[in-house]
């Protein structure tokens, strides 16, 4: 399936106002209206994280949040090949917890380099424009939801 | 007992990929079909299904990790019931692996790849099989 070829309507979570501000995750329409919003910064509450982990807990702004669990996610994932392992890692499950927000943030790693990023758009996104022929090529995988991300008007 | 690293860093294919002799695709039966698996085997995460996974190609079940000229092995791991990882046997009788996202590594026996840093949940070979060395 082509990423036109979806029939859910684009970026309804803008329009709920999940993901106002967010690194132009919205829909062009929309841009205007919220241009003058800004990303909240968000607690993240003590004891939602993982025992043992470097990952910051308390009051950190979402980005460097995300950039260090990324980090942490990638070091500690590097030598496995279980896709259910690596996407139930606790600090990938802690980005899909983030939210719809974090989509665009995703898609920038996702083309800096192809990763197993696929189970966390899933999830956040609830669709897969990824042709079932092209499962296991990350590259083109990448390449699919980069190209669904920009006719949905996301920017990264 | 000396492992070799034989290649840069790749996210694009894995163990069992390698062993399978792909390296252009992540191979895994996982549940939400973000890997490759072969049509024909199994889509679940158990050794039975690992061992399709290698039927299809050409392999059969064999007995240990020794050097058979002529024949290609390839060895499947397994910790706490579920399978881990994946290695190829060279023609040196050396094995070759790929580390998950990481390297492709070059090891004297199936055992030494748990050894190697990051790869101690690997846990231990528990089913070998071999094919006619493609020529």
Redesign the interface.
């Known amino acids: 399936m082509t990423p036109t070829a979806t029939k859910t309507p684009p970026i309804t979570y803008a329009r709920r106002g999940r993901l106002i501000g967010c690194r132009g995750w919205c829909n062009p329409q929309d841009k205007k209206r919220h241009k003058s919003l800004k990303m909240p910064r968000r607690s993240v509450m003590s004891g939602m994280g993982v025992a043992g982990t470097a990952a910051p807990l308390v009051d950190e702004p979402e980005s460097k949040l995300f950039s260090s669990l990324v980090r942490q996610w990638k070091d500690e994932t590097l030598t496995l090949s279980s896709i259910e392992e690596i996407a139930l890692h606790p600090a990938y499950q802690r980005i899909i917890g983030m939210g719809p927000a974090v989509v665009p943030w995703i898609l920038r790693e996702l083309e800096a380099e192809p990763d197993q990023w696929f189970w966390a758009l899933r999830a956040l996104t609830g669709e897969d424009p990824v042709d079932p022929g092209a499962r296991g090529r990350i590259a083109e995988m990448s390449r699919s939801w980069l190209s669904w991300a920009r006719h949905r008007g996301i920017r990264w | 007992m000396s492992c070799t690293i034989t290649s840069l860093d790749s996210?694009?294919?894995?163990?069992?990929?390698w062993a399978a002799g792909d390296s252009?695709?992540?191979?895994?039966p996982?549940?939400?079909?973000?890997?490759?698996?072969p049509q024909n085997a199994p889509r679940e995460?158990t050794a039975n299904a690992f061992i399709s996974a290698f039927l299809t190609l050409g392999y059969e079940p064999c007995e240990g990790g020794r050097l058979e000229p002529g024949f290609e092995k390839i060895v499947i791991y397994e910790l706490h019931g579920?399978p881990?990882?994946a290695a190829r046997q060279l023609e040196s009788g050396r094995w070759t692996s790929?580390?998950?996202?990481?390297v492709d590594i070059e090891h004297d026996t199936p055992e030494a790849v748990v050894a190697f840093p990051?790869?101690a949940?690997y846990g231990r070979p528990i089913q070998f099989l071999r094919r006619q060395r493609p020529t």
């Open positions: 996210t694009l294919y894995n163990c069992v990929a252009d695709r992540f191979w895994w996982d549940s939400q079909g973000i890997g490759y698996w995460v579920k881990t990882h790929k580390l998950g996202k990481w990051k790869c949940n």
